[in-house]
């Protein structure tokens, strides 16, 4: 894979004419794919791939080129998806950050371990990822955002780690530019006097460097492009003229949100200046921050082949949760719209197929039994879950027919009162929220007329009460089964 350095970037009256050509021409089959010829010599490799788990915070599913967005730039991340797997309908668990960090560790959903809010940490009873990669003979290493079991520019205490073995990472600091600390495994501190997603892959790298020679695991977590956004100012520019293309659903709101580690309000930050109550300036800088991602990641890639570990190594690219930006008045997460439960999701594995979009539906549950069928491990009793692996490896593979999701309103780590819990499933074409209490329905959409959800199908009465029983009956069915399992 070649990497796309942001100085090779097209020029920006190019880059519009080729993305927007790119975003008309998106409509693609599912699960289609072009397979190499040797197709058995990428299936089950009994040894186990390296594992590189590449994660974005607050990046929703529809901020990539080759998802049709004509504004944002993402070259490294396009590539990434013709040379591998596109997942186009992905979901989160839960949208906001440490639930769904949780479900990442442990496989399980967040009624079944109890962690709906941010900041808390992984119950000390859990069966997690590294835990089982680590038994596997895999070296497991973490880089970047833990925030799990606290908050803060702080060091992670071994007990808090889920087993991890390398470790360099902080617990959660939203700024980009200040504070760029990062906490080894020993309690080490190393500050970084450059941008924080350019010094998380710094990091990374360093591990990859230390590491080649051994069976990893290794995941990165870039704080990017979460709020505040606050991009190099060359990545600022290259959106500077550019037209944005809000999605039908916006509503013109004040894009500000404040963060509380470090604590600051409109009051006393430069960021809500910036914004000036502007959603497309919002929107520009936080395509920009995306970009930079982009670029990053494409440097990752870059010294993965230089070592020579690319053929030996699976890549995999998604989020924890999206953004709302406007859709439907909101500028929060932490609701089942598609702009905040929708994630990106892309997996290269050696020698499977290129151009693979796959529509399946993929939920935060996967990842756990895919990545141990990457590692060549058997999968864990404790987990929930399908591996989506023989779709990335080239075979005709049917998954869940239903994704779950669950949440809350604003959580009350993040001064909201939390009180409006749901619980959302996506069949085919429809999808249904509930409230936790009593299951009652609250909004019905059908997906492939109505893809941006403005149209509540329960407003129509009588018309879809058979589909809104059978999707309020799947909803009851599958929080019955799981909270059997639950702790």
Not at 48 to 67: E, K, S
Not at 141 to 164: D, F, M, Q, S, T
Not at 396 to 418: N, T, W
Not at 422 to 433: D, I, S
Request: glycine residues 8%; charged residues 25%.
């Amino acid at each position: 894979m070649e990497f796309e350095s942001h100085r090779q970037i097209m020029k920006r009256r190019q880059f519009l004419k080729i993305s927007g050509a790119a975003a008309a021409g998106v409509v693609l089959s599912s699960c289609r794919s072009n397979l190499p010829e040797n197709v058995d010599s990428f299936k089950a490799n009994k040894e186990g791939y390296n594992v590189l788990f590449i994660f974005a915070d607050r990046m929703h599913g529809f901020a990539m080129g080759c998802m049709g967005n004509p504004d944002v730039q993402t070259a490294n991340l396009d590539r990434l998806a013709a040379e591998g797997t596109l997942f186009r309908n992905t979901y989160t668990c839960y949208p906001i950050c440490s639930p769904f960090r949780v479900i990442l560790q442990t496989g399980r959903y967040a009624h079944q371990t109890g962690v709906i809010e941010n900041a808390m940490a992984i119950p000390a009873n859990e069966r997690t990822l590294a835990a089982a990669l680590n038994d596997g003979g895999y070296r497991t290493g973490y880089v970047g955002k833990w925030h799990l079991g606290g908050k803060g520019n702080v060091v992670i205490p071994p007990e808090l780690r889920a087993g991890w073995t390398d470790f360099a990472g902080y617990q959660c600091y939203n700024d980009h530019l200040e504070g760029v600390w990062f906490f080894d495994e020993k309690g080490n501190k190393t500050e970084y006097k450059k941008h924080r997603t350019d010094a998380t892959t710094d990091v990374a790298i360093e591990h990859l460097e230390k590491n080649r020679d051994r069976k990893f695991a290794m995941f990165v977590s870039y704080q990017a492009p979460h709020h505040p956004e606050q991009p190099p100012k060359e990545y600022e520019d290259m959106y500077a003229d550019i037209k944005i293309h809000r999605r039908p659903n916006c509503q013109d709101i004040d894009p500000y949100i404040r963060t509380w580690s470090p604590p600051r309000t409109a009051e006393n930050d430069p960021i809500y200046k910036k914004y000036n109550k502007n959603l497309d300036t919002y929107l520009k800088l936080y395509y920009a921050m995306i970009t930079q991602l982009d670029y990053n990641i494409g440097r990752l890639l870059k010294r993965l082949n230089e070592l020579g570990l690319a053929d030996k190594t699976v890549v995999i690219f998604t989020a924890d949760h999206g953004d709302m930006q406007g859709s439907h008045g909101l500028n929060r997460i932490n609701i089942f719209y598609e702009e905040a439960a929708r994630v990106p999701l892309i997996v290269k594995v050696p020698g499977g197929p290129k151009n693979n979009v796959c529509d399946e539906l993929v939920s935060s549950v996967n990842l756990f039994p895919g990545i141990l069928d990457y590692a060549g491990l058997p999968k864990e009793k404790s987990a929930e879950g399908i591996s989506f692996a023989p779709i990335t490896m080239g075979e005709k593979q049917k998954l869940a027919d239903a994704v779950f999701s669950e949440g809350g309103d604003v959580p009350v780590s993040e001064g909201g009162p939390s009180k409006d819990k749901w619980f959302m499933v996506r069949q085919g074409k429809y999808k249904l929220a509930v409230t936790q209490d009593g299951f009652q329905p609250t909004h019905l959409f059908d997906l492939e007329s109505d893809p941006y959800e403005m149209k509540n199908l329960l407003d129509e009465k009588n018309k879809y009460s058979k589909t809104t029983e059978n999707l309020q009956n799947k909803i009851k069915s599958w929080y019955e089964n799981i909270m059997k399992r639950a702790n």
